[in-house]
């Protein structure tokens, strides 16, 4: 299976400044059919997961445009760029370049200072 | 509305089995492949299985091969996880998911414990 390894696992930000996560996969997540599965999710507190980021760096619908995606292959990073009191949780980034075996990272926990 | 609301969870003995159901309104439920995604408490995300819109393909996560089967109902507009040899690493909150469309429910609470 795809292991993925995110850094770091815990951030504490103050609003308005940027804040940066990284993610690493085992193998490369580039398909032959061009695309990279590699996807973003911000879990709230007593909530389900919402996407934020898929295929890397294209923003999910409605998701504020402070928050971008970018990398290739085995390495990739989530910025945000003014981080808000809205942005707390925590953090996952996820592989599905195969329909069995779609992993996630362990998750960033972020928090306002 | 988009509606994802799962049932079935509870406590059971370790051994035992569980059939979770997920109930889903609002979209065209037969177009989307589903998927179970669970969350241990305290813990993160791990992806369970996945499942085609005609059923026809199943993935599952290695920890639960052989033991945990997904389906669904296209007539139903349901989605199904049917546990089997429960152990006590299977606690978590189960979630279903339309993850092609970030559809998600609530989740339920699968507690495997003596």
């Known amino acids: 299976d795809i292991v993925m390894t995110q850094t770091p696992l815990s951030l504490s930000v103050t609003p308005g400044q940027p804040a940066s996560i990284s993610c690493k996969s085992s193998q490369s997540l580039l398909h032959s059919d061009g695309k990279t599965y590699l996807y973003w999710y911000l879990q709230k507190p007593g909530q389900p997961p919402q996407l934020l980021i898929y295929e890397v760096s294209n923003r999910f619908s409605g998701v504020p445009d402070r928050f971008s995606g970018s990398g290739s292959g085995t390495d990739f990073t989530l910025k945000i760029s003014r981080v808000e009191a809205e942005d707390v949780g925590v953090y996952y980034c996820?592989?599905?370049?195969?329909?069995?075996?779609?992993?996630f990272g362990q998750g960033t926990k972020v928090e306002i200072k | 509305e988009v509606q994802l609301v799962e049932s079935g969870g509870g406590l059971v003995q370790p051994g035992g089995s569980l059939r979770l159901s997920c109930a889903a309104s609002g979209f065209t439920f037969s177009s989307y492949w589903m998927s179970w995604v669970r969350q241990a408490p305290g813990k993160g995300l791990e992806w369970v299985a996945n499942?085609?819109?005609?059923?026809?393909?199943?993935y599952y996560v290695d920890s639960v091969k052989g033991r945990f089967t997904i389906s669904r109902d296209n007539a139903k507009n349901s989605l199904y996880l049917q546990m089997n040899s429960l152990r006590a690493e299977d606690t978590a909150v189960y979630y279903c998911?339309?993850?092609?469309?970030?559809?998600w429910g609530q989740g339920t609470l699968v507690t495997v414990s003596s």
């Open positions: 996820m592989q599905s370049i195969q329909l069995g075996g779609w992993t």
């Open positions: 499942i085609k819109q005609d059923g026809s393909e199943k």
């Open positions: 998911a339309s993850m092609a469309i970030d559809y």
